[in-house]
């Protein structure tokens, strides 16, 4: 027992923080620091009109034309939809990859496209029966009319300004053949 009382006395001796002589009526709220939101970067090469190949999600391999950026960082991307199908969408630019081609995008107007044209609306939620349950016939969700609208003169603010082989560029899909490596590509 003796050796065991030598060696905690030649420790140095722990100095315990001293109390706070007042403490606040209300708690503060600690600020949490990854809460902070900042505005994600745009990569360099990603500048509007500038092709991009989606590298996943429904319209993967598809080529798309970039906006603008949103301010939740997203990248607000179209086909146009009447040259490959792909509507006005939001994606993440983890997510794509930026091609040297570029198109003209100045005629397109999509100031009023934020986050909150996206949003979708809360269906009524409503007890389901027996019968609803196994209802076969789906409901067609129909398209807001500003979203067709807003689509319809994008589309025709870009579309207008793309020649046969650009427009055979955009509609067909990115893939890799056999012997080819995404490293070795020069997009």
Known sequence: GRIGALSYASQP???M???????????????????????????????PGTVLILLAGRFKGKRVVFLK??????????????VNGVPLRRVNQRYVIATSTSVDV??????????????REAAAKAKKGEEEFFATEGKKKEVAAEKV??????????????????KGYLGARFSLKSGQYPHDLKF
């Open 106 to 119: 100045s005629g397109a107007n999509v100031g009023s496209v934020g986050d909150a044209f996206f949003k």
């Open 149 to 166: 609208a807003m689509q319809k003169s994008v589309d025709a603010a870009i579309a207008g300004k793309l020649d046969a082989t650009m």
């Open 69 to 82: 950026q949103l301010d939740s960082g997203l990248l607000l991307v179209t086909g146009p939809f009447k």
């Open 13 to 15: 001796a722990v100095a």
């Open 17 to 47: 923080p001293k109390a706070a002589r007042m403490y606040p009526a209300e708690d503060a709220p600690a600020r949490n620091p990854s809460q902070v939101q900042n505005p994600t970067k745009l990569r360099a090469s990603i500048t």
